[in-house]
């Protein structure tokens, strides 16, 4: 069995972690919602291609706060069976004011007229209709606690995050 690198986003803004919903065009997992996630590419880092999937996914531009864990699952892709090794990141959303709706919440845009999109509170993520590799991936990014020297981060880095 052959592996496949992906990297997922856990974006969390408000309280509120984004999921985003495949479009029935998609072969694998149509209609399914989850976290932006997608594979690397050859020529690039894991914490690279997060950042493009996020992008080509919802129209955001991001940045990686923390690499929270893993997560591994096998699926049927081209044909084959493979292993699917996936790397989760915490990713906060580089926000322009002018694109946030009346609750100063990102817009996000998805790139197919058949997907949508919702900022769900992290109180309600149990009951938001995912599966569990997605409610796991989102889990890990929830718990990570940040070092005391990430403060040192600007602060308009971190600003929003876990705050309601």
């Known amino acids: ?9 856990i974006v969390v803004h408000r309280s509120h972690v984004l999921i985003v919903q495949r479009s029935q065009s998609e072969t694998f997992l149509p209609g399914v919602w989850g976290v932006p996630c997608g594979k690397v590419n050859t020529d690039e880092k894991s914490s690279e291609a997060v950042l493009r999937e996020l992008h080509e996914e919802t129209g955001l531009n991001g940045d990686v706060l923390h690499f929270v864990g893993y997560s591994e699952f096998a699926s049927n892709w081209r044909g084959r069976r ?12 580089r926000i322009n004011p002018a694109d946030t709706d009346s609750a100063d919440m990102p817009q996000v845009r998805p790139p197919k007229v058949d997907q949508e999109s919702m900022w769900v509170h992290t109180d309600k993520i149990d009951s938001a209709g995912l599966d569990e590799h997605n409610l796991k991936t989102i889990r890990q990014g929830l718990v990570v606690r940040l070092p005391a020297d990430a403060l040192f981060v600007p602060v308009g880095a971190l600003a929003g995050i876990l705050t309601t």
């Open 1 to 9: 069995m052959s592996d496949i690198e992906l990297a997922a986003a």
């Open 82 to 93: 493979v292993r699917n090794l996936q790397r989760n990141y915490l990713v906060r959303a």
